[in-house]
């Protein structure tokens, strides 16, 4: 028997049932190792089509492919043992129908081993969540700000901000909670918008730029340690590594020109004759 405690992992139910009680606590992943820093704090890791802009240097998210998300949630899965993972479904994956959102999502489940998928939208997804989640496969929704729809937005503004579109957001949370989400992202929008939101439905509102008002919160993994140099205004920096990582590479560039590292005592294994 293994001598290593077993450890279970966080399901998308087990989420669920935090609605209105502990706040969940969640940020993105994209490699196995930041999933081994942080599995300990996060209930969930999203490995989010972010690292499209975060990692490949894109201007959106729009050009990530469904290979690329399956290849860092496999590693973010590797990387972690207690926090559920959630992979999102890029742009392309699962918009045309049902049927091609399951088969996506299908891959998704089946090759990285995660516990749940992301997809963007509102009442216009809920037929798709439905078909999805009847089907044994565990949604988490994206309302308020959906970033792959940056190309029909103009830009990645609050969103909102008239009286007037408030019962239109509410109306996509009670949509994609009564289709079978398990939880729902709530991107961007203020804090009386965001309350309103949580009050009206019977799962956890997961908020980025959406106040304290939601369930629980998540960011973007390298906002949040200073890596970024375009950081959201709602986000509270607790870290600086970018600058951290320049002054290292600043330092060892000194010693290498300096030839001021110590010479190591290296063994090297004897040669066999
Ligand atoms: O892709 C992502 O990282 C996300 C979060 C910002 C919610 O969708």
């Given amino acids: 028997m293994s001598v290593q405690a077993q450890v279970r992992r966080l399901t998308a139910p087990d989420l669920r049932a935090r609605k209105g009680g502990e ?3 969640s940020l993105t992943a994209y490699t196995a190792q930041m999933a081994r820093l942080i599995d300990g704090v996060c209930d969930f890791l999203l490995v989010g089509d972010s690292l499209g802009m975060v990692m ?4 959106s998210t729009v050009p990530v ?3 690329t998300m ?3 949630g496999q590693a973010v899965m590797r990387g972690s043992r207690r926090a559920l993972v959630v992979v999102d479904m890029p742009f392309g994956s699962y918009e ?9 999502a299908a891959r998704v489940l089946k090759e990285t081993g995660c516990g749940a998928v992301k997809l963007e939208g509102g009442a216009y997804m809920a037929e798709t969540i439905r078909f999805l989640t009847q089907r044994g496969v565990p ?9 792959q729809a940056i190309n029909a937005l103009g830009s990645f503004r609050a969103q909102g901000r008239d009286r007037e579109s408030w019962p239109g957001f509410v109306a996509d949370a009670r949509a994609v909670a009564d289709a079978g989400a398990f939880a729902v992202v709530v991107e961007a929008v203020a804090e009386p918008l965001a309350r309103e939101i949580t ?13 304290p008002a939601c369930d629980g919160q998540i960011l973007v993994i390298d906002d949040l340690l200073g890596l970024t140099d375009r950081t959201p205004k709602f986000v509270r920096r607790y870290a600086e590594l970018g600058a951290a990582a320049t002054q290292a590479a600043q330092s060892y560039a000194d010693d290498v020109r300096a030839r001021a590292f110590p010479a190591p005592e290296h063994t090297y294994p004897e040669r066999k004759a």
């Fill in 65 to 67: 492919p469904l290979e």
């Fill in 70 to 72: 399956i290849a860092q």
């Fill in 56 to 59: 490949q240097g894109f201007e």
């Fill in 199 to 211: 009050q009206s439905v019977s799962i956890p509102t997961i908020g980025i730029g959406a106040s």
């Fill in 96 to 104: 045309e129908s049902p049927q091609q959102a399951f088969r996506s």
């Fill in 23 to 25: 706040p969940i606590v």
């Fill in 139 to 147: 949604v988490l929704a994206h309302i308020g700000l959906t970033p």
